[in-house]
């Protein structure tokens, strides 16, 4: 079955601190994405990775960076957070970046920022 | 870029009832079509989805269809139950700068009453 873990599953950080969220996948999927989603809204795309590479990053602020240190593992760097960053952080994967490919979507990370 | 349209944003229905969702497009060149259901506090599931060169897919109770032409795809939902309630996601993807992006609608809130 498909399977993309994501931990911690809550987190709660000051604006001042640093953390990093994780994401891993053993489905040999070659594409990975990191997403926003705020309450009753769809999720909203961050960043793009594929074959490792940094391959879309959607004007995100510097205060999010993300990592793909191999073809399983996803992370995304936080620090000096503002309140409104508040929201579940989504993982995905998808086969490839290619056209028609299904992204399977982690459970997330739901992060509140004091 | 590409812009998806899903109506309604809230639908009602008994027990037993079917239920349809419908999402427009706006980008020609989008070519895949999944629907994703969300459930309180979970993360986005794939339930379903449609490649441009297919009109129509069955999966026990839940169908889609496509229609190219006019640019809308509709989820068809039958014999509701009321573990069908959650947010339902539409959306499209096409190659953006070279990789396949996904575009959400807003989500329907769907309800089943028992």
């Known amino acids: 079955d498909t399977e993309v873990t994501q931990t911690p599953k809550h987190l709660v950080m000051g604006m001042t601190n640093k953390k990093s969220l994780k994401c891993e996948q053993h489905?040999?999927?070659?594409?990975m994405y990191w997403y926003k989603q705020k309450a009753k809204k769809p999720p909203e795309l961050m960043f793009v990775?594929?074959?490792?590479?940094?391959?879309i990053n959607e004007s995100v602020p510097s205060r999010f960076s993300p990592e793909c240190p191999n073809s399983s593992l996803l992370n995304l760097h936080l620090h000096a957070l503002q309140p409104e960053d508040s929201a579940l952080y989504l993982c995905?994967?998808?086969?490839?970046?290619?056209?028609?490919?299904?992204?399977?979507f982690g459970d997330g990370t739901r992060l509140s920022i004091l | 870029g590409e812009n998806v349209e899903q109506h309604p944003s809230t639908l009602s229905v008994q027990e037993g009832d079917s239920a349809v969702i419908k999402c427009t497009y706006s980008?020609?060149?989008?070519?895949?079509f999944p629907w994703y259901k969300q459930e309180l506090g979970k993360r986005p599931q794939l339930i379903i989805d449609?490649?441009?060169?297919?009109g129509e897919k069955k999966d026990q109770r839940i169908a889609v269809t496509l229609n190219k032409t006019a640019k809308h795809f509709s989820l068809h939902i039958t014999e509701t139950q009321p573990e069908d309630s959650a947010v339902y996601f539409c959306a499209a993807s096409n190659r953006e700068r070279g990789y396949s992006t996904l575009t959400f609608g807003k989500g329907t809130m769907l309800l089943v009453s028992p």
């Open positions: 489905m040999g999927h070659r594409a």
């Open positions: 990775y594929s074959y490792e590479k940094l391959s």
């Open positions: 449609i490649r441009s060169n297919v």
């Open positions: 995905a994967s998808s086969q490839d970046a290619g056209a028609g490919r299904a992204q399977h």
């Open positions: 980008d020609s060149a989008s070519n895949y």
